[in-house]
């Protein structure tokens, strides 16, 4: 295999997942299964074959394709049969791959060729969007920009764009399908759509109601993407360690099989959600793979390093991580597109209905075809260095419970993820808010912060959701969280009567002007808490205002800070979710 081949490969892991899955499937039946070694010799040979023609009836100028060219290229590559089953599918799409980067190869009177191998590989890959941002980066400028007039020629074949955070070139023609994911996302049952908003010379995305509602009406319920617990309510033991519900020690039932990571719930139906969602794969020593997909056998050797990966990385998650909750939520994040991608092949081999959705679900988007990475690609995040040791420590869990699996978080993609969940998370809280929550020995702006109206110390665990994240904050809010089924279900309720087209926005940080403290020190404390989570200015109505009342400039308050934010308008202009 070509160390290009090997390239999208291993890409291909770490942007969409499944390919984790076809290649565990894939290598065990190429090593055990003669039939199948057979069927990949003679691909390889009508592959070879086919390149060889291709060779031989090429004009020496079609290296300029026309449109007409195309459209007739592209019928006979519809007319081919396509593979059904996934083990067919695997050795098409990779032998199509490789024919691709061969043609590709030979100069510019082979890229129409080689642009119809990665077509046909697109064809049956199951996230066309995610291997289409692999092709971006891998597969020649020319051959690429074929692919794309062929995707756009196709109307059979709907590809939503990925988001612009990961394509580099800004004129690139993918970009033009930004919009679509937006018109199933969200769900039009929330009542809610995503817009963009221009904030003086700044475009964002904004969440938008497309009804009328009155104060205190709630306007939409949602379940998080991950969630997880103060390390300090984990470690007691009070609190569900999946939907994050408080509970009595004669309600928990826990969780035998994690001594290196101890967790309780207050349900079956709780337990079995952790288990098939990520805690089997970052904390137990059960097998990684679903019983429906063969694998080598389990060594005693093997076992042994996969628990001494989990102690330590649970012992760092206790006493290092210094009760920050990102590392953690990142962990479980990674784990359960990796379980999500089994469960669909799983699903794709039996030709059964899937089971993946539940009440307990993320929300998805309007018929369900995007992937997790889908929904987290587009959100908002801030620059950040990971914590010494915690990339090295979460991989070694990955890459013991299934070799390779360490691909899917590389320094770029953990530093990006852990941006995400610090910008994104919400604190949970019940009724007032807890006391009594251990300080941190944290510098004022390395503290974990969460969106929490009642202020971080008040919450009892963290939270990530799809729609949420989309709320703007506002020192002076339209909209308000409340966790009033005692889980971590964030229910989004109005604080006043507002009109469908209004832009809802929460309070990301205690916005109440506290006893004995000056509407100037209410001011200061607020912007500042915002400049060292969030890293902006705050811009709202209300800051607008009392600054032009109390004679003080915009960054009034935020110099302390400023000096974790580096380029505002460079932030704010480029990391907003597209």
Not at 504 to 518: A, F, I, R
């Amino acid at each position: 295999m070509s160390s290009r081949t090997t390239s999208v490969l291993t890409f291909a892991g770490i942007a969409a997942l499944s390919v984790v899955a076809y290649a565990v499937y894939f290598d065990y039946k190429r090593r055990n299964d003669v039939d199948f070694r057979k069927k990949l010799k003679k691909d390889k040979k009508r592959v070879d074959k086919s390149i060889a023609s291709s060779k031989a009836s090429l004009p020496p100028d079609s290296g300029v394709v026309g449109t007409e060219e195309l459209r007739e290229a592209l019928e006979q590559v519809k007319a081919e049969q396509v593979p059904v089953s996934p083990e067919q599918k695997e050795a098409y799409f990779m032998t199509q791959v490789s024919a691709g980067e061969q043609l590709a190869l030979q100069g510019p009177m082979f890229y129409l060729p080689a642009a119809l191998s990665f077509y046909r590989a697109l064809r049956v890959y199951p996230s066309p969007v995610e291997l289409m941002m692999i092709y971006q980066k891998t597969v020649p400028e020319p051959v690429f920009k074929l692919v794309i007039e062929l995707t756009n020629l196709d109307v059979s074949m709907s590809i939503p764009k990925p988001s612009m955070d990961d394509l580099d070139d800004e004129t690139s023609p993918v970009k033009d399908r930004v919009e679509g994911y937006y018109v199933k996302f969200p769900p039009k049952a929330f009542g809610v759509k995503v817009e963009t908003r221009k904030t003086g010379k700044i475009s964002k995305k904004a969440l938008v109601l497309t009804k009328d509602v009155k104060a205190g009406e709630v306007i939409y319920k949602e379940y998080p993407i991950v969630a997880a617990l103060d390390s300090d309510l984990q470690a007691a033991g009070t609190h569900c360690s999946y939907c994050l519900r408080s509970l009595e020690p004669s309600m928990s039932i826990k969780s035998p099989e994690s001594p290196a990571f101890e967790t309780v719930y207050c349900s079956a139906a709780c337990q079995s959600s952790a288990k098939s969602q990520h805690h089997s794969l970052l904390f137990t020593l059960e097998r990684p793979l679903p019983q429906e997909i063969p694998s080598e056998p389990i060594t005693s050797e093997k076992l042994d390093e996969r628990r001494k990966a989990q102690a330590q990385f649970a012992t760092y998650l206790k006493t290092e991580a210094n009760g920050h909750a990102a590392p953690l939520l990142v962990a479980r994040f990674i784990a359960r597109q990796v379980n999500s991608e089994l469960s669909k092949l799983i699903t794709q081999t039996a030709n059964a209905p899937s089971t993946t959705s539940g009440e307990t679900d993320y929300t998805d988007a309007d018929g369900g075809e995007y992937l997790l990475a889908d929904h987290f690609e587009r959100l908002r995040y801030v620059d950040m260095t990971p914590p010494k040791d915690s990339l090295k420590l979460l991989t070694a869990v990955l890459d013991s419970a299934m070799p390779g699996l360490d691909a899917l978080a590389t320094e770029e993609r953990y530093a990006t993820l852990l941006g995400k969940m610090a910008f994104n998370a919400y604190g949970v809280f019940y009724d007032g808010g807890r006391d009594g929550k251990p300080a941190t020995n944290d510098r004022p702006e390395d503290t974990e912060r969460t969106r929490t109206p009642l202020g971080t110390s008040s919450q009892i665990g963290s939270a990530v959701y799809t729609v949420s994240s989309y709320l703007a904050h506002s020192c002076q809010p339209t909209v308000r969280p409340s966790f009033d089924a005692g889980t971590s279900q964030l229910h989004l309720i109005a604080l006043r009567d507002l009109k469908a087209g209004e832009e809802l926005t929460v309070s990301y940080v205690d916005t109440t002007q506290h006893e004995g403290e000056s509407v100037v020190d209410c001011r200061r404390r607020r912007r500042m808490e915002l400049a060292r989570g969030w890293k902006f200015a705050c811009p709202c109505e209300r800051c607008e205002r009392e600054g032009k009342e109390l004679g003080v400039s915009s960054d009034e308050g935020v110099q302390d800070a400023s000096k974790l934010e580096k380029s505002l308008e460079r932030f704010e202009a480029n990391e907003g979710p597209l």
